[in-house]
């Protein structure tokens, strides 16, 4: 969540080099490139913090005793909270926004490579079927990321990131948990995030999947959701309170006032 390369630091550098970015008009692909990226890694901050909490549910505060970060349990109720692994507090000063078009793409290349790296370690230490289902799914997406930087980098400077650096170096269909999405084509596409803007990143995102030979797709829709699952309530750390049935009962009388 919280790491120098995890989807905070993912999110935070693509918004505030979107904020930043200058003469728009001018060369919008890529700016919408970026900005639409950004959008996308918001959805990831949520998907994240969706793992950890169910990853927590149900872990008695006595098994906690010996975890190297206790805040999830001490200060989050058994919540996830933006830091590191080892509780660092996820550091503004991670944000990389030069103001400079190629220096941010490259710096925005090699983050995604760095990010997709971890993810790769993460899945190997970890045998819970919601973080290697969690890992699975950014792989995937992490990669058309990858794959989105390298190609603006190739147009703009005439460089295959690629080649250079292979993208991805270990192959996304040999993860398990990550063919379910390249089946439905999820390795192929970036998603617009608004029904109006982001409309020129078509001419940044085209040409061939480098690891599939497949052609990439711009989709004038975000990706279908699902449902958030509602954990249940964790009394033992007073989330969503001491006693969650006093407060259902008050929640009922407010909305069947309301009319709700």
Same mark, same amino acid.
């Given at each position: 969540?919280?790491?120098?390369?995890?989807?905070?630091?993912?999110?935070?550098?693509y918004t505030f080099q979107s904020f930043?970015?200058?003469?728009?008009?001018?060369?919008?692909p890529f700016y919408d490139l970026i900005?639409?990226?950004?959008?996308?890694?918001?959805?990831?901050? %949520?998907? $994240?913090?969706?793992?950890?909490?169910?990853? *927590? =549910? !149900?872990?008695? /505060?006595?098994?906690?005793?010996?975890?190297?970060?206790?805040?999830?349990?001490?200060?989050?109720?058994?919540?996830?909270?933006?830091?590191?692994?080892?509780?660092?507090?996820?550091?503004?000063?991670?944000?990389?926004?030069?103001?400079?078009?190629?220096?941010?793409?490259?710096?925005?290349?090699?983050?995604?490579?760095?990010?997709?790296?971890?993810?790769?370690?993460?899945? %190997?230490? $970890?045998?819970?079927?919601?973080?290697?289902? *969690? =890992? !699975?799914?950014? /792989?995937?997406?992490?990669?058309?990321?990858?794959?989105?930087?390298?190609?603006?980098?190739?147009?703009?400077?005439?460089?295959?990131?690629?080649?250079?650096?292979?993208?991805?170096?270990?192959?996304?269909?040999?993860?398990?948990?990550?063919?379910?999405?390249?089946?439905?084509?999820?390795?192929?596409?970036?998603?617009?995030?608004?029904?109006s803007d982001y409309k020129e990143v078509?001419? $940044?995102?085209?040409?061939?999947?480098?690891?599939?030979?497949?052609?990439?797709?711009?989709?004038?829709?975000?990706?279908?959701?699902?449902?958030?699952?509602?954990?249940?309530?964790?009394?033992?750390?007073?989330?969503?309170?001491?006693?969650?049935?006093?407060?259902?009962?008050?929640?009922?009388?407010?909305?069947?006032?309301?009319?709700?």
């Amino acid at each position: 969540m919280g790491g120098k390369f995890g989807e905070m630091s993912t999110l935070m550098n693509y918004t505030f080099q979107s904020f930043n970015y200058r003469d728009r008009k001018s060369i919008r692909p890529f700016y919408d490139l970026i900005a639409n990226i950004a959008a996308e890694e918001y959805g990831h901050i %949520e998907l $994240v913090a969706a793992t950890i909490n169910t990853m *927590l =549910t !149900g872990v008695k /505060l006595d098994d906690a005793k010996d975890e190297p970060y206790k805040q999830h349990y001490l200060f989050g109720g058994k919540g996830a909270l933006p830091a590191d692994s080892h509780g660092k507090p996820w550091d503004g000063s991670y944000v990389h926004s030069s103001g400079d078009l190629i220096e941010d793409l490259t710096h925005n290349y090699f983050l995604e490579s760095g990010a997709r790296s971890g993810k790769l370690r993460v899945y %190997e230490m $970890v045998d819970h079927p919601a973080a290697r289902a *969690l =890992t !699975g799914y950014l /792989l995937c997406r992490g990669g058309v990321h990858q794959v989105a930087y390298a190609r603006a980098l190739e147009h703009l400077t005439g460089a295959n990131m690629s080649k250079l650096f292979p993208t991805p170096r270990i192959e996304t269909s040999k993860i398990p948990e990550c063919k379910p999405h390249i089946k439905t084509g999820e390795h192929l596409k970036l998603y617009m995030f608004s029904p109006s803007d982001y409309k020129e990143v078509a001419a $940044v995102f085209n040409g061939k999947h480098p690891e599939t030979g497949e052609d990439l797709q711009v989709v004038d829709h975000a990706p279908e959701g699902f449902e958030p699952v509602d954990l249940p309530a964790e009394t033992d750390v007073f989330a969503p309170d001491y006693a969650p049935e006093e407060i259902a009962e008050i929640a009922k009388k407010l909305k069947k006032a309301a009319g709700i």
